[in-house]
């Protein structure tokens, strides 16, 4: 187990659980589930590790690797020759669909996405910066630069950008679909960052396990489906328990994507993903120093307002950077909150509340039409795209797998 994982937990937390049992309440998962979380801590992705190893990190070198994989993505790997066995074991399992997935329930679950649209990232990535005092998620995204410094707004909107796509519908079962393909990039790029953080002088493996593992992309996927799905309800979006339970099959789907397994603990309930959640939370030893600081103090300041805004773009700049930083200090813990300089989150959070009746009524009113619903769903993707392009000043989402660490 690495060191820095606190099982089981101690103080209050132990408390907590101890508290919690006597009235019948498990807060924590079993133990075989947490001893098979604590197995993903130092778990990674074999397949595509050995697919990145013998081509992007190989001979072959990461542009003319990404071709291949283009190439396969457009016309089938069957066609690409030239291709190692590495990339068609890595093919062949993307598109193996799993013996669990449930087609009808997974639209379900984009469905909720694109109801819940940008407000799914600005609360997602208010969860993640609260967990930025671990230096298991923190030190690989500073060394990577993802989320931090200047680069901050660009990871966050390629990350929008595969947000979108995948919850379009039909498209994760689309072949081909930009979807799928980004995901696979994706996934590439992951591997390609976890093996140069595992070998850089900063990263710790006895105390951290391995970087991007299994369980760390676990609780990513938590995050944009039980954690959302309960923390949106305050602000108009009534989640169902069937829609919550919908949701989180289609991050799994979203997940199996990307390289996350996490077979035999990968939560079947949504009370079952909270304890995990909790398993993890009660184990934290804020241990990520200058990493998280530098990680959450950039995030909220990327989309302040800049000379270039002027006139009504001023203003936009300006209500989106206020409405992140409402979402920040609503979903932040307020101890771990404490840690950082940060701006006021209260003109946003006051913009939240009141935006919240209008959408808990639209949340109401397609529950009684199956019309309403479609545009509501129709209407917030669009302006999660309108808000993307715009944001992005015309800048594509590349996903590149071979960039160099920052130090």
Not at 47 to 63: I, K, M, N, P, S
Not at 137 to 160: F, I, K, M, N, Q
């Amino acid at each position: 187990m690495p060191t820095a994982f606190r099982y089981p937990p101690t103080g209050r937390r132990a408390r907590l659980t101890r508290a919690a049992r006597k009235i019948g309440i498990d807060l924590l998962p079993d133990e075989t589930t947490a001893q098979k979380f604590i197995a993903g801590l130092t778990a990674g992705d074999p397949t595509a590790e050995r697919f990145v190893a013998e081509t992007y990190h190989g001979d072959l070198g990461a542009r003319k690797a990404r071709d291949l994989v283009e190439r396969a993505q457009t016309d089938g790997i069957d066609t690409v020759e030239e291709a190692p066995d590495s990339m068609r074991d890595l093919f062949a399992e993307f598109e193996q669909r799993p013996a669990w997935l449930d087609p009808d329930l997974l639209e379900q679950g984009a469905a909720v996405w694109r109801r819940w649209a940008y407000a799914l990232g600005a609360l997602g990535n208010a969860g993640t910066n609260d967990t930025y005092t671990e230096g298991w998620l923190a030190v690989p995204l500073s060394l990577s630069g993802g989320y931090a410094g200047d680069r901050a707004l660009h990871r966050y909107l390629e990350t929008s950008k595969w947000w979108i796509e995948v919850c379009r519908p039909g498209a994760l079962l689309t072949p081909n679909s930009l979807a799928r393909n980004i995901s696979l990039h994706v996934r590439i790029m992951h591997v390609s960052v976890r093996d140069r953080v595992k070998h850089h002088p900063e990263w710790n493996s006895e105390r951290w396990g391995l970087p991007i593992s299994q369980s760390a992309m676990l609780l990513t996927l938590l995050g944009g489906s039980v954690a959302p799905a309960l923390g949106l309800f305050a602000l108009g979006h009534l989640t169902s328990p069937h829609e919550m339970r919908a949701v989180l099959h289609f991050n799994r789907y979203c997940g199996h994507l990307v390289g996350v397994r996490c077979d035999g603990y990968f939560p079947e309930t949504v009370a079952d993903a909270w304890r995990i959640l909790f398993l993890a939370d009660s184990a934290r030893s804020y241990d990520s120093a200058g990493s998280g600081s530098e990680l959450v103090e950039s995030f909220v300041p990327a989309f302040e307002p800049t000379s270039a805004h002027k006139g009504l773009q001023r203003l936009r700049a300006e209500y989106h950077y206020r409405i992140q930083a409402g979402y920040l200090g609503l979903y932040m813990l307020p101890w771990n909150r404490r840690r950082y300089r940060l701006p006021s989150a209260l003109p946003g959070i006051a913009l939240l509340l009141a935006r919240a009746p209008f959408i808990a009524a639209l949340e109401i009113a397609r529950r009684l039409s199956p019309a309403i619903d479609r545009m509501w769903q129709t209407a917030n993707l669009k302006r999660w795209e309108r808000w993307l392009e715009w944001q992005s000043a015309g800048k594509a989402a590349t996903f590149e797998a071979a960039a160099p660490l920052r130090r």
